[in-house]
T-cell receptor, first 114, second 113 residues
Framework: EAGVAQSPRYKIIEKRQSVAFWCNPI?????LYWYQQILGQGPKLLIQ????????DSQLPKDRFSAERLKGVDSTLKIQPAKLEDSAVYLC????????????FGPGTRLLVL | GQQVMQIPQYQHVQEGEDFTTYCNSS?????IQWYKQRPGGHPVFLIQ?????EVKKQKRLTFQFGEAKKNSSLHITATQTTDVGTYFC?????????????FGKGTKLSVIP
C-alpha cells in the first residue's frame, strides 16, 4: 500500500513570497489533515478535510494560509505572503475516518523562510 | 480546548537502561494514540489504547492507559540506539463537528551507546 505522498520535500523562500505544498493521501482515505510542526514541538493541526469539505480550519491563519481539496483526493496548502515564523515542517496525514482512527503521515515539507 | 501534556521533554539514557514517558490529558479521552518520530522523519503510529486500564506490549515497549482515561505512559525496557527519536501521545477531542487529534509536545529520547 502506497503511503502519503508530499512535495516538495524542501523549500527555501524569502519572506513575503508565496509557496504551495501538495499532498496525495492514501487511496480510500476520506479524511486529510494538514499539520504545522515547529522545531521541538508536536504537530499542530491547521485544517482537516472530510472528502472535499472542510471540517475544521479554526487554527488556520486565514489571512495568509489557504487550502483546498477540490476532488476529495489531492490537496494543496498555500502560504501567501510567507513570514519568518512560518518556517516549519508541514505534514500531511490521512485516515479512514476523522479523529479517532490512526493517522498516516507523509514525509513532510520542510519550509525555511529567510 | 483540550490539552495534552507530556513529561519529560527530554531524556538521555545509557543504552540498556529503561525509559518512561508520561502523558496527561485535561479531559477524559475516548482513546489515546502514541507516535514515534525519528530525527528528520515524520510521526509513525505505534499504538492506540481504548479501554480503561488497558496495557499493551510491543516487544520492549509497554503502553498503559489510566483507569480514568486521562493519562497514559510508554515504557521501554533495555533501550537500544534504534529507540532514538521523539515519542508523542495524542488524544482526540470533539471540535467543529468532528474529532481532531491533539498532540503533546513529545519526549525526545537520546540513547548513549
Amino acid at each position: 500500500e502506497a503511503g502519503v505522498a508530499q512535495s516538495p520535500r524542501y523549500k527555501i523562500i524569502e519572506k513575503r513570497q508565496s509557496v504551495a505544498f501538495w499532498c496525495n493521501p492514501i487511496s480510500g482515505h476520506a479524511t486529510l489533515y494538514w499539520y504545522q510542526q515547529i522545531l521541538g514541538q508536536g504537530p499542530k493541526l491547521l485544517i482537516q478535510f472530510q472528502n472535499n469539505g472542510v471540517v475544521d480550519d479554526s487554527q488556520l491563519p486565514k489571512d495568509r494560509f489557504s487550502a483546498e481539496r477540490l476532488k476529495g483526493v489531492d490537496s494543496t496548502l498555500k502560504i501567501q505572503p510567507a513570514k519568518l515564523e512560518d518556517s516549519a515542517v508541514y505534514l500531511c496525514a490521512s485516515s479512514l475516518e476523522p479523529g479517532r482512527e490512526t493517522q498516516y503521515f507523509g514525509p513532510g515539507t520542510r519550509l525555511l523562510v529567510l | 480546548g483540550q490539552q495534552v501534556m507530556q513529561i519529560p521533554q527530554y531524556q538521555h539514557v545509557q543504552e540498556g537502561e529503561d525509559f518512561t514517558t508520561y502523558c496527561n490529558s485535561s479531559t477524559t479521552l475516548s482513546n489515546i494514540q502514541w507516535y514515534k518520530q525519528r530525527p528528520g522523519g515524520h510521526p509513525v503510529f505505534l499504538i492506540q489504547l481504548v479501554k480503561s486500564g488497558e496495557v499493551k506490549k510491543q516487544k520492549r515497549l509497554t503502553f498503559q492507559f489510566g483507569e480514568a482515561k486521562k493519562n497514559s505512559s510508554l515504557h521501554i525496557t533495555a533501550t537500544q540506539t534504534t529507540d532514538v527519536g521523539t515519542y508523542f501521545c495524542a488524544g482526540p477531542y470533539s471540535g467543529a463537528g468532528s474529532y481532531q487529534l491533539t498532540f503533546g509536545k513529545g519526549t525526545k529520547l537520546s540513547v548513549i551507546p
